[in-house]
């Protein structure tokens, strides 16, 4: 059968009725990949999973809540939607916006979003402002703009955002047939966190799954607010999907770990970068570096020990590696270039 897209996929466990204009991109049924060659690399005893939301119409996992955030925006009657964001948020809401012909404002953070990321939201033709700024300042605009005019806000602090995301848990559970052990990911805004645990806890309320996932999110260390219990002023990591220093969904990503005895946590940049590498070379998944915080969680946490033989683990990798050419282009080697002759290519490939 034709896949629908994540709300006519979950209807029944989301906020629409019949009257629900549905604005989708036919986004949500990403590639659930068993991954025993890093598994192999990291601890031969865990069975690994990435969950590749990379894969969605814009190229991240925003396209889950953003289907809902603007099918429920024009189902108001709102013709315009107002975001900030680190890049991918701007990119969902932009084409999500084009599709439904709303107007869309995205305010980020000059200087630090991936160009992919940039394009998308130009292309689109959403109203781009860059702020100068952090990402936190460009939250803070948006929330007061949205509450003075009639512009739908549709960060995650709009429910019907994380709702949407749910679908991500839903599909992690439809694909594993149950539920994994352990569930990592980045944490930002700590949005999908959430909405991750809500997902799992509906599909278990519901008889769905039998038990429950620990939730393990990793900021990122130079921006991990939530690890170190006060708002980071100057969040700086190369991960600049989750440069936040003072998450929106703070909270609720503290309850999400606590509630499934799982943690929030941090790794570096090295760690991150490390990680990023090792998934495109070693099972050819080209992710975001903020994706590969997640791996890199793995990889610190089995390092202390944490699995068990035969442990389910799943990690989101949030976002497309082509959304950031440049990161993957500054850590590779560089192509050689020769004359357009034979010998000159067999020189260079040692034949
Ligand atoms: C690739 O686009 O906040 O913890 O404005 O793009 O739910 O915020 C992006 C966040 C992880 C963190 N991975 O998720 C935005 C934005 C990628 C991301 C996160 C983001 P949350």
Known sequence: MRWRGVIEQYREYLSVTDKTPVIT??????????????????????????????????????????????????????????????????????????????????????????????????????????????????????????????????????????????????????????????????????????????????????????GLPKMMGFQAAGAAPIVLGHVVEKPSTIATAIRIGNPASWKSAVVAASESKGEINMVTDEEILEAYKMLASNEGIFCEAASAASVAGVIKKNKEGLFTKGDKVVCTLTGHGLKDTEMAINLSQKPVTVKAEKGEVLRVLGY
């Open 25 to 210: 991109l036919n986004e949500g049924n990403t590639p659930f990949v068993l991954c025993n060659n890093l598994a192999r690399a990291i601890n031969p005893e865990i069975e690994l999973y990435l969950k590749f939301e990379g894969s969605n119409p814009t190229g991240s996992f925003k396209d889950r809540g953003m289907t809902m955030a603007i099918s429920k925006a024009v189902e108001a009657g709102s013709n315009a939607v107002i975001c900030a964001s680190t890049g991918n948020t701007s990119a969902s809401a932009a084409a999500y916006g084009a599709r439904a012909g709303i107007k869309v404002f995205v305010i980020i953070p000059e200087g630090k979003i991936a160009m992919g990321k940039l394009a998308q939201a130009m292309i689109h033709q959403a109203v781009v402002i860059q702020v100068q700024g952090n990402f936190d300042e460009a939250l803070t605009i948006v929330k007061s703009i949205s509450g003075e005019y009639p512009v739908t806000m549709v960060n995650s602090i709009n429910p019907y955002r994380l709702e949407g995301q749910m679908s991500g848990a839903f599909e992690v559970c439809d694909q594993i047939n149950g539920y994994p052990d352990y569930h990592f990911l980045p944490v930002g805004n700590a949005g999908n966190i959430t909405a991750y645990w809500m997902g799992y806890k509906e599909f278990y309320k519901r008889g769905k799954i039998t």
